[in-house]
């Protein structure tokens, strides 16, 4: 099971990409973090913490594509400039 997973996430992107991806999990991240601290604890309601929850997934996906070296869109097909 392990090789199937390994051959679908099969390096899809150069360094630049990488980069590119390691920043923008980053920035994510931490607006993921701001927004948690500054909206979704003092407000405690299902928007701030759904927004905030989204947030900090999608920087986690970043950056784990990052380390991978994978592109979840252009595995897709899409082509990106990046």
Known sequence: MWNRIKSA????????????RWLAG??????????LVAWA?????????????????AGVFCVFESLAGWCALRAMGFKTRI
């Open 41 to 57: 604890l003092p407000s405690a309601s299902a928007s701030a913490w759904t927004f905030t929850a989204f947030l900090l997934i």
């Open 26 to 35: 980053l920035v994510t991240l931490a607006i993921g973090a701001i927004s």
């Open 9 to 20: 996430l099969a390096c899809n992107i150069d360094a630049c990409g990488k980069r590119a």
